[in-house]
């Protein structure tokens, strides 16, 4: 008996003191945490800004005051064009190809050329791209491709840049998706590219902290209509012109989400942004029996027209 209460003893103290820890490491974590209130004398470098999530975000961030540096694979198309026509002067567009060694070390010769007073803030990762496939369709490039940019393209901006904010005891965000951990039909490329990158972002994320650098990982689910992101090679074969029109129509939520990261206090690790009724489901799919995640798909009407197209002769 006595021994058993030895036990619940060293039990009780071990809680206690653990939960002691616990609160005194967030209230450290809280003093040490840095924002900005207004963007005036940081920079905020982002990726694939001639369209969708980035574009918008650029023009959010030069109206708070920050000197963006927008990374544009065309800075001569039509998108670098009208973000330059709509933006301040602290706005500057870069040639920024992520795939290119030379292009990301060019960026970065530009960003110390033109860094504002209080340095490079916060990089966003957000250049990507995205197809519908099944595996036994895709090639081996095709999956080069889709990780080159995705993950690889990502590692090597973060890479270039991290001194510059750590030095500021800034923010890296990264652009990944719910299908980083929701295993979906045709997305076996996209998936292996944004499950890489959230290990990469993870990993990153315990490093900086010794640092003060906060690392926060957006996970949007369906903003097809909102940035024309989907490609159409297989869209339509197996009625995926469901999903290319459904989902959220505008990108509201993802840009808040995006900008709460680079600016609060406490920036969260990850964002999820599906709407209220999925919100339920993704919390809990990591806890669910993989048969039964699985068994997911035989609901779709879209696994029954597959089905069908697959065995038909």
Known sequence: MNTIFVIGQIIGIASVSAALLFVLAKLVSRRCSSHVQDGYGYAVLITGCDSGFGHQLARVLDDKGFVVFAGCLAPEGAGAHSLAKRSSCNLKILKLDVTSDKEVQQAKTTVLRNLPDKGLWAVVNN??????AEIEWSSIED???MIDINLFGSIRVTSAF?????AAKGRMVFMSSIFAFFTCLNMGAYSVSKRGLEAFADCLRVEMASFGV????????????ATNILKMKTVWIFGRNLMANSGFKDAD????????????????YRYLLVSTVDMFFFQLFPFLPTALTDAVFLLSPMYGTRKALLYSK
């Open 253 to 268: 939520i993802v840009i808040d989400a995006m900008l709460h990261a680079i600016t609060s206090s406490r920036p969260k």
């Open 214 to 225: 906060k690392v926060s990982i957006i996970q949007p689910g369906n903003f097809g209509q």
């Open 143 to 145: 999956f080069k491709r």
């Open 127 to 132: 250049a990507g791209i995205t197809d519908w």
């Open 162 to 166: 991290l001194p510059l904010v750590r």
